[in-house]
Nanobody, 113 residues
Framework: QVQFTESGGGSVQPGGSLTLSCTASGSITKIWTLGWYRQTPGGQRELVALIYGESQTNYEGSAKGRFTISRDNTKNTLFLQMNELQPEDTAVYYC???????WGQGTHVTVSR
């Protein structure tokens, strides 16, 4: 079973940018669908973005137009470029495959003045 490790979170001001990384413990070449999810304190985990194959993508809600999901199979890594961050983007961000493998620890993103 593949394990995922997220990194790249931090604290930024509104309007700022962050790039999250998700490194898998094994090859992701044969994993067709990968995704980023986020969870706010007291909230449920929600889908942010999916990538199918090399480059077909889908974004949920406010992520559209601001976030970009991508993957590098040679490095077994998934990315999430986040621009124009807003306080409502504050959450713990996770990555996973579809179907799911085990969830990692996530990476914290805080957007505040």
């Amino acid at each position: 079973q593949v394990q995922f490790t997220e990194s790249g979170g931090g604290s930024v001001q509104p309007g700022g940018s962050l790039t999250l990384s998700c490194t898998a413990s094994g090859s992701i070449t044969k994993i067709w669908t990968l995704g980023w999810y986020r969870q706010t304190p007291g909230g449920q985990r929600e889908l942010v973005a999916l990538i199918y194959g090399e480059s077909q993508t889908n974004y949920e809600g406010s992520a559209k137009g601001r976030f970009t999901i991508s993957r590098d199979n040679t490095k077994n890594t998934l990315f999430l470029q986040m621009n124009e961050l807003q306080p409502e983007d504050t959450a713990v961000y996770y990555c996973n495959s579809v179907p799911y493998n085990a969830w990692g620890q996530g990476t914290h993103v805080t957007v505040s003045r």
